[in-house]
C-alpha cells in the first residue's frame, strides 16, 4: 500500500505568467503534489482570471494574475519562479 505523502506544499509564486513559458510551468506546477501557487504577476492581464490567458487551467480559475508591484515579502512564497 502506498503511504500518503504528508509534507506540506511549497508556496510558489510565477513572475511574467502570462507568456508560453509561464502558461507550461504554471500546468507543470499544478501537476505537483506538493505546490501550492500564491501569485501569478502579468502586467497585460492584471486583475484577470488565470484561465483569461490560459482557458486549459481550469484548476486555477480562482487565481488572477497581479501586477509585478504587487509582489513583497507578504506574498507568502517561498519560491519565485
Known amino acids: ?3 500518503k505523502n504528508t509534507e506540506k506544499p ?3 509564486a510565477v513572475l ?3 507568456g508560453y513559458a509561464g502558461g507550461e ?3 507543470l506546477l499544478h501537476l505537483h503534489p506538493r505546490v501550492e ?4 504577476t502579468s502586467e497585460r492581464y492584471a486583475g484577470k482570471p488565470v484561465t483569461a490567458a490560459f482557458p486549459h487551467l ?3 480559475a480562482r487565481h488572477r494574475f497581479v501586477p509585478m508591484e ?3 515579502p ?5 519560491l519565485f519562479f
Not at 37 to 40: F, G, P, S, Y
Not at 74 to 78: L, P, Q, S, V
Open 74 to 78: 507578504e506574498t507568502g512564497a517561498d
Open 16 to 18: 511574467g505568467g502570462s
Open 25 to 27: 510551468l504554471l500546468r
Open 37 to 40: 501557487l500564491r501569485m501569478v
Open 10 to 12: 511549497i508556496p510558489v
Open 1 to 3: 500500500m502506498k503511504e
Open 58 to 60: 481550469t484548476g486555477y
Open 70 to 72: 504587487a509582489v513583497s
